[in-house]
């Protein structure tokens, strides 16, 4: 299983027989590094095993050597990530916020699937008994009562290593991990981890494949950003139900994949309202929502990420960035969606009642970036230093929009809101 090279395997063969879903079955902590080539084997089993969904899995799961990969033939997809090793599954995990959030380094065992429970117990609210995770308690102060806001920002392609790799250049994220709880076990314990499937994990449960068995073709899972094909219910989903759509909760990805499984069905869901979900449009540049099921705030609906590259001249470290989609696999990008992110937090009436709001987040750049020019490049360097920096912008804009007087009755700490920083991938060299 291991050669030890670094080979790089180009095709689509992973995409097209690993499909995602996930029928989550076993949940407990991951063997120890030092395994036989047996218990690995038996590792990656239960980890395929948690993500199969009978007449949308596929059958035969492909595990890349260690070290190797299977690309895409495209430029925009050089690196690629999804294999069951440690360089894909070790997430950087933490929770952040006085006085809900105990500081720490904690060793227990962590994974995506842990943050929905976690964040139902600070908000203490039940959840489907199908529910799998658990809630991390040890570093948690339920007894704070429930956050006025709650905020989950999934750093998509955010290897846990950068954090080490590139900690001068990443002053917030640092500060985070340490003021926060830093999970340093936590792994994605299912296969593969593909975006589709991992963002429904980290908020909702389950998601399904991007192939079509029937046709024999690779579909979006989300044809016309409908979350038809989302099978669970996500928190957000949960959350909106309990309160009949008086929380305020806000869900925005830089594709819609990502958005939808960590927001849920808004109003397709019956008895859902609307929440607002927004993702970018690669095509038009802009932010776009699907308006059966999700509100599109009108101020978003003008910004467009043309601006971006023609301030910069239409380029980036000497690469061309000028039209919607090349934008997203820059540093610049990352401004842009925390430009939109402002907007809402600073638009919408956050921590406003007693009701706790969700904005959930997945921020793209390190995942675009990473796909074309790999871990160690300097566009992924300017990229992590400009994601910190936007990241820092957006956690002031909250700060700012909770300390406004809503909460005159509760010290400044008890303002924050937790931020949950995550997810996979990338291999090393
Ligand atoms: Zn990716």
Known sequence: MDSGTSRRIRGSFFL???????????????????QTESELRQTFLERFARSYFPGR?????????????????????????????????DIPFLLYGTPYVRTGVYTDSASHQDIVPTIAALMKLRLPPATAGRPLLRSLNVSAGPPRVI????????????FD?????????????????????????????????????IDGMILNAPFNRITGKQEDPFPNMSPRNLMAMTL??????????????????????????????????????PIILVAYDARSGGWQANTECYRLPEYLKDQTSRTV????NGMWLGHSISNPDAVRRSALFARFEADALIELIEQEPLGTDEITDLVLV??????????????????????LTELDRQLARVLTAIETKLGAGSFSAETTPALRAPVLALTAKWRTR
């Open 57 to 89: 899995s596929g059958q035969i799961m492909v595990v890349p050597r260690r070290g190797e990969m299977i690309t895409r033939p495209e430029p925009a997809y050089q690196f690629m990530h999804g294999s069951p090793w440690d360089y894909d599954t």
């Open 362 to 383: 997945n921020l793209k750049t390190p995942d675009f970036v990473g796909h074309q020019y790999g871990p160690e490049s300097p566009e992924i360097r300017e990229t």
């Open 151 to 162: 905020f989950v920002a999934v750093l998509d392609g955010m290897r846990k290593d950068y």
């Open 236 to 273: 957000a989903d949960v959350w909106n139900l309990a309160n009949d759509g008086r929380a305020v909760i806000i869900a925005q990805g830089s594709v819609f994949y990502a958005a939808a499984g960590l927001g849920g069905h808004g109003a397709c869901l019956l008895n859902g309202r």
């Open 309 to 312: 590259w023609e301030a910069a």
């Open 165 to 201: 790799w590139y900690a001068s250049d990443l002053p917030t994220m640092m500060r985070l991990r340490r003021e926060g709880a830093w999970f340093n076990q936590a792994q994605v314990n299912y296969l593969p981890s593909t975006t589709a499937l991992a963002h429904a994990t």
């Open 16 to 34: 097209d027989i690993l499909l995602c879903c996930a029928g989550l079955l076993f949940i407990g902590s991951e063997p120890a590094a030092a």
